[in-house]
């Protein structure tokens, strides 16, 4: 049977490979480890084999959780999901990258809680998207917004394209989102998924969240 060990290292070689092929430094990659729907076992036995960012979509999912989890040194956790503005006093506590900031006001209410948190700014590139993300129009605004705020650390974009199985199709949105990334001087692009992240990393991407490729098939989104 195969293991998580055996997914980790297949993934692994593919970002390897598309690195190779885009003449980047795997090591400017980080794998997001996505455990939404998942149990806490599952980030224990992947940190366990050595991975340390993990990726969840919802604040209350992950609450249930975390005192599971709560002795892995260096394990840091990434939200991915949408956030509510009256959850962002628990995600604030939970996380300590929020990749889905889409407004100043929800930047104020995560500054507000104190705490030193990482933040990339999640847009919205197409009508099919999901309805969260920011319009890219509003980015200026809202890059001002969060650098106005002393407990957020803006590290850069993230967006997530209309869902296909083939990976061609996300390649516009990964290379649309670079071209905003290096309009305002952002580093760092969380994009690709278990399907598509060679794509991604072609693009630039320096994060692929990985789900389905690491733990299999989810029962529920
Ligand atoms: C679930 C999810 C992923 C992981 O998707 P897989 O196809 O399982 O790799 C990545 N990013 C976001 C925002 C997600 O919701």
């Known amino acids: 049977m195969e293991t998580l060990r055996d997914r980790l290292e297949a993934v692994r070689t593919r970002i390897a490979r598309a690195a190779e092929r885009a003449r980047r430094d795997p090591a400017g990659i980080t794998l997001l480890a996505v455990t939404k729907v998942f149990p806490a076992s599952a980030i224990r036995e992947a940190y366990e084999i050595g991975l340390r960012e993990f990726g969840e979509n919802y604040v209350q999912e992950f609450e249930t959780k975390a005192p599971e ?65 920011a319009d890219p129009a509003e980015l200026p605004a809202l890059i001002e917004g969060v650098r106005a705020c002393r407990n957020l650390r803006l590290l850069g974009l993230m967006t997530m394209p209309p869902w296909s199985d083939d990976p061609e199709p996300s390649r516009p949105y990964f290379r649309s989102l670079r071209e905003l990334a290096e309009k305002h001087g ?29 733990f299999g098939k989810r029962k529920r989104a």
Do not use: W
């Open 69 to 133: 989890v709560g002795g892995l040194e260096g394990a840091r956790y990434h939200l991915i999901g949408h956030l509510q503005s009256n959850k962002s006093k628990k995600a604030a506590e939970l996380f300590q990258v929020i990749q889905t900031v889409d407004s100043p006001k929800l930047a104020r209410r995560l500054d507000e809680m104190g705490r030193p948190l990482d933040v990339m700014l999640e847009v919205k590139l197409s009508e099919e998207q999901a309805k969260s993300g």
């Open 186 to 214: 952002l580093g760092q692009l969380s994009m690709g998924m278990s399907h598509d992240l060679e794509t991604a990393i072609e693009e630039g991407a320096t994060c692929v969240r990985v789900g389905t490729a690491l």
